[in-house]
């Protein structure tokens, strides 16, 4: 089955520990990207990635590395967690050919205490 | 820079009756546009797009949406509305000339279609 998979999907940790939420396609998809959710404020863009080892910022970069060392993940890392990042997290893929079609994950939520 | 705008929190209809969910785009170049649907403790789905073409594109589970770029808006309809339908309808806008790579959606709008 074509997907996308996150893990965890749900995770409640303490302020300064460092996590990684994993994101794992299966469709060849050269195109991925990761968004957070918060209540009113819809989806932002964290982070995308082009194609194996090429990265860029979204729209709300600051806390958060990516890596694309393979083409099927892109793990999302939060290196010293805070409160403030606290939200439902959604990892996404598409070809790069169809770009406007993306396949979202099933959402991690993170809760930072 | 670009941005989205989709001015109803909220969408209220009866089964049965048309639906329009609003959204409005801002962007330097020429727009790539979609709309998705979050159903309850799910990820997002993709419904439709437009690229270029036709004002009025059509999508899955019988939604369509049009195109304006005078108004630059870019609403989701529905002629005939079903409870099933009630989730959380998101647009979205790309800027292939500038930055195909980054995304940008609205805040949402949630749609309750009563029976």
């Known amino acids: 089955e074509a997907q996308v998979t996150q893990n965890p999907r749900y995770l409640i940790t303490v302020t300064g520990k460092k996590l990684t939420v994993t994101c794992s396609q299966n469709?060849?998809?050269?195109?991925m990207s990761w968004y957070r959710q918060d209540p009113g404020l819809g989806l932002r863009q964290i982070y995308y990635?082009?194609?194996?080892?090429?990265?860029d910022k979204g729209d709300v970069p600051e806390g958060y590395k990516v890596s694309r060392k393979e083409k099927r993940n892109f793990p999302l890392i939060l290196e010293s967690p805070s409160p403030n990042q606290t939200s439902l997290y959604f990892c996404?893929?598409?070809?790069?050919?169809?770009?406007?079609?993306?396949?979202f994950g099933p959402g991690t939520r993170l809760t930072v205490t | 820079a670009q941005s989205v705008a989709q001015p109803e929190d909220q969408v209220n209809v009866a089964e049965g009756n048309p639906l329009t969910v609003k959204c409005t785009y801002s962007?330097?170049?020429?727009?790539?546009l979609f709309w998705y649907v979050q159903y309850p403790n799910r990820g997002l789905q993709f419904l439709l797009k437009?690229?270029?073409?036709?004002?009025l594109v059509k999508g899955s589970y019988g939604f369509e949406a049009e195109f304006n770029k005078s108004q630059t808006s870019f609403h989701l309809k529905k002629p005939s509305a079903l409870v099933s339908d009630s989730a959380l309808y998101f647009c979205?806008?790309?800027?292939?000339?500038?930055?195909?790579?980054?995304?940008?959606f609205g805040d949402g709008t949630t749609l309750t279609v009563k029976p």
């Open positions: 437009y690229i270029t073409g036709d004002n």
């Open positions: 962007v330097s170049g020429n727009p790539y």
């Open positions: 979205a806008v790309r800027d292939m000339a500038t930055n195909a790579g980054k995304s940008t």
């Open positions: 990635s082009m194609n194996v080892e090429v990265t």
């Open positions: 469709m060849n998809h050269e195109y």
């Open positions: 996404a893929s598409s070809l790069k050919a169809r770009i406007y079609e993306q396949y």
